[in-house]
């Protein structure tokens, strides 16, 4: 099997082209966030209530 190798030795990207893909990234990143906060909510609670247990029995052996 041959080997073919690539060198990238530049890129030519319009700056405004960066601008609207940063742009749409940021926008893209919000409902993300928002999902990773609900899950991260979630398992606080979860935590929470698992550890309020053994919280309710302070004279356990």
């Known amino acids: 099997m041959d080997d073919q190798r690539v060198k990238?030795?530049?890129?030519?990207?319009p700056f405004w082209d960066l601008v609207v893909l940063m742009i749409?990234?940021?926008?893209a990143s919000i409902?993300?966030?928002?999902v990773i906060y609900f899950v991260f909510a979630?398992?606080?609670i979860?935590?929470?209530?698992f550890m309020g247990l053994f919280m309710l029995h302070p004279h356990m052996p």
């Open 31 to 34: 409902p993300a966030m928002i």
């Open 46 to 49: 979860f935590f929470d209530g």
């Open 42 to 44: 979630l398992l606080g």
């Open 24 to 27: 749409k990234l940021a926008f």
């Open 8 to 13: 990238i030795s530049g890129l030519d990207i």
